[in-house]
């Protein structure tokens, strides 16, 4: 079995837990690989062990899956090295909050042990695709969470024009715009007011942040939908927004978002299910009073 490893920055306090899960995996004979960033980070704490490592771009086709130690952020970083290639993700949350990785590092061993035996399903997540008239994010035009187009270097309010098929929907003044997946309605878009959408729904959640007009509402839309968007302001410059990842666009750029072409396989041990996720991340049905 080969798996990929991809994890954020850690310090001293995690450096134990990433040797056990390296520990773990070189014990059950796994072939481990490091992304480049991760690789960065092991040696930052004299954990290198000449582990193979993979880049953004690179055919990573070979991996049975990647294995994320970090939080949401760090498992939609690694949805950018799988892009198309269909390698499945499964997120070890050492993090905070985690919705998307939400398998507690307390559970490493009973975890690892599930997953060499393949006691898993799959959990398939569709994406957002983003195509401009100019070359954004390094051709990773894609995003599991979320779009947005957000307002820069001002405190002045813009105006995003936005259409679906076509068809004029409105004028949105407001610090920005936000199209989000059903994965990511529990994100940014939810922090907003957007609706929580469950992962299977074929829907985008185009919700406005901070609007003028507070009349204006979150909207949801079948997600085979073409929307696009222009930009109006005192400035000329804006920010557009795929997960973590941002550029900087002028009001020249043409903005279409469309679902994209492939979907991202998240591996889903027997114990955890979205709704029981939704529960425990939410807080749902405790007392909080006490």
């Known amino acids: 079995m080969k798996i990929g490893i991809h994890g954020k920055k850690f310090g001293i306090k995690t450096s134990e837990f990433i040797q056990h899960v390296l520990a773990q995996f070189s014990n059950s004979h796994v072939d481990v690989s490091v992304s480049e960033s991760f690789s960065d980070s092991l040696k930052q704490q004299n954990l290198d062990s000449k582990l193979e490592v993979f880049k953004k771009g690179d055919n990573i086709s070979n991996l049975d899956a990647i294995v994320t130690?970090?939080?949401?952020?760090?498992?939609?970083?690694?949805?950018?090295?799988?892009?198309?290639?269909n390698v499945p993700i499964l997120g070890i949350n050492t993090g905070r909050l985690g919705f998307l990785a939400s398998t507690a590092k307390e559970n490493i061993e009973a975890t690892?042990?599930?997953?060499?035996?393949?006691?898993?399903?799959?959990?398939?997540?569709?994406?957002?695709?983003?195509?401009?008239?100019?070359?954004?994010?390094?051709?990773?035009?894609?995003?599991?969470?979320?779009?947005?187009?957000?307002?820069?270097?001002?405190?002045?309010?813009?105006?995003?024009?936005?259409?679906?098929?076509?068809?004029?929907?409105?004028?949105?003044w407001a610090d920005g715009v936000i199209v989000s997946t059903p994965t990511g309605s529990t994100g940014y878009s939810m922090s907003c007011g957007g609706p929580l959408v469950l992962?299977?729904?074929?829907?985008?959640?185009?919700?406005?942040?901070?609007?003028?007009?507070?009349t204006v509402r979150p909207i949801v839309v079948p997600d085979n939908s073409h929307l696009s968007f222009t930009i109006e302001g005192r400035t000329k410059n804006y920010l557009v927004a795929l997960d973590s990842r941002l550029a900087t666009v002028d009001d020249t750029v043409?903005?279409?978002?469309?679902?994209?072409?492939?979907?991202?396989?998240?591996?889903?041990?027997?114990?955890?299910?979205y709704l029981k996720t939704l529960r425990q991340k939410l807080n749902w049905g405790l007392d909080v009073r006490n």
Do not use: W
């Not at 939080?71 to 892009?83: M, N, P, R, S, W």
């Not at 992962?199 to 507070?214: G, Q």
């Not at 043409?254 to 889903?268: C, P, T, Y």
């Open 69 to 85: 130690l970090g939080g949401d952020g760090t498992l939609l970083e690694a949805v950018t090295y799988v892009g198309s290639q």
């Open 199 to 214: 992962p299977h729904c074929e829907n985008f959640i185009i919700t406005p942040v901070s609007p003028h007009n507070l």
């Open 254 to 273: 043409e903005l279409n978002v469309r679902k994209a072409d492939f979907k991202v396989k998240l591996i889903q041990l027997k114990d955890n299910n």
């Open 112 to 172: 690892i042990a599930e997953l060499i035996k393949g006691d898993f399903t799959f959990d398939e997540r569709s994406l957002i695709s983003l195509e401009t008239n100019n070359r954004l994010f390094n051709g990773n035009n894609f995003a599991m969470n979320d779009f947005a187009i957000l307002k820069k270097d001002t405190s002045s309010m813009i105006v995003v024009n936005a259409y679906i098929d076509g068809n004029f929907l409105n004028s949105y």
